[in-house]
């Protein structure tokens, strides 16, 4: 069920990108990320409520850590990956956007203690190789400089990480519920970063007009892309951890690139060569999980644990995620 989830997430959001190039032709990162954001809360908000009952939608005392998350996930991740757009190349900061699952291995070592599994994380570069190939087709010279858009590439990549980790720090939160409480503090942080940059110049209030010409597009990135993507995204961390899961991410942008094919666009040898080892990394790495989750749960009744073990918290699917119709950001 893990590599189910990941890979529909993956898929929503490698066809997202097309989506996005066309709406913020008529509308700006800003006013689209909070349109998107208010409009998936709402919708995901219902669902909850209809799902798990009013109650679900009380924070606990977790507000603070939900919103964070939210913000990391939702506000950060969608913000600076666009607007980062406009300062580097798109290969550039499809890389860089590339190494969550680099950056999520190391939030885990530092905040937790849990040193990545040797082959999974050597896989992890593998996978992040095989995208180079296919981003600069094979001509590595053509990521240039490493300036202030590649910079906000790395910030949307960690946004990403600090998300897909949070979700194992809520394990008594359905997929649904954490999607949706983290998802309305994120649209709150988004709404505010807007109303910030219309203030300061950066961004000015769209036109009606603008705003209906890019319903469609709102429509899948927001309902399907933002409420959909995320919560299967979230049982898909809860399935197959957080380490193996974010590996899935590699995909994105080759679904991109496959998305882009199905429109006239031809894919070279190096190309080719790139999703290749990519999936073989990804294959690979869920692989190397399944051994070392089977080996914790042989030893569970043993003093010890191996430091390289995935922790059970991690992993765990609540009764609850397999019965809620949940999705799980560029």
Do not use: C
């Amino acid at each position: 069920m893990g590599r189910a989830a990941a890979l529909t997430s993956v898929l929503i959001w490698g066809v997202q990108f097309s989506v996005l190039a066309a709406a913020l032709r008529r509308l700006d990162a800003y006013h689209f990320s909070s349109l998107r954001f208010a409009l998936g809360a709402l919708v995901v908000a219902l669902v909850l409520v209809w799902r798990e009952g009013r109650g679900a939608l009380r924070y606990e005392g977790r507000l603070l850590a939900a919103t964070g998350y939210g913000a990391a996930g939702f506000a950060a991740f969608s913000i600076l990956l666009i607007v980062a757009l406009g300062y580097t190349s798109p290969q550039n900061v499809a890389l860089v956007a590339a190494t969550s699952p680099i950056l999520t291995q190391l939030l885990r070592w530092v905040l937790d203690g849990v040193r990545p599994h040797p082959a999974i994380l050597a896989l992890a570069v593998a996978a992040l190789a095989g995208l180079a190939l296919v981003i600069t087709k094979g001509q590595l010279g053509g990521f240039g400089a490493f300036g202030l858009g590649d910079l906000m590439a790395l910030g949307a990549a960690l946004g990403w990480s600090i998300f897909t980790y949070g979700a194992g720090k809520f394990p008594g939160w359905s997929p649904l519920r954490y999607t949706t409480l983290t998802m309305i503090g994120g649209a709150g942080v988004t709404i505010a970063v807007t109303v910030i940059a219309d203030l300061t110049g950066l961004a000015h209030l769209p036109a009606i007009s603008a705003v209906w010409a890019v319903t469609p597009h709102l429509v899948y990135v927001a309902v399907i892309g933002s409420v959909l993507a995320a919560g299967v995204w979230t049982v898909a961390v809860r399935s197959l951890g957080a380490t193996t899961a974010v590996l899935f991410m590699n995909l994105v942008p080759i679904i991109a690139l496959l998305v882009a094919v199905a429109t006239g666009a031809r894919l070279s040898a190096v190309e080719l060569l790139g999703a290749a080892i990519t999936v073989a990394a990804l294959l690979g790495a869920a692989a190397v999980h399944r051994r070392v989750t089977a080996t914790a749960a042989r030893a569970a009744g043993s003093a010890s644990t191996p430091a390289v073990s995935v922790p059970a918290s991690v992993v765990s699917v609540p009764a609850s995620a397999a019965q809620v119709p949940v999705r799980s950001e560029a």
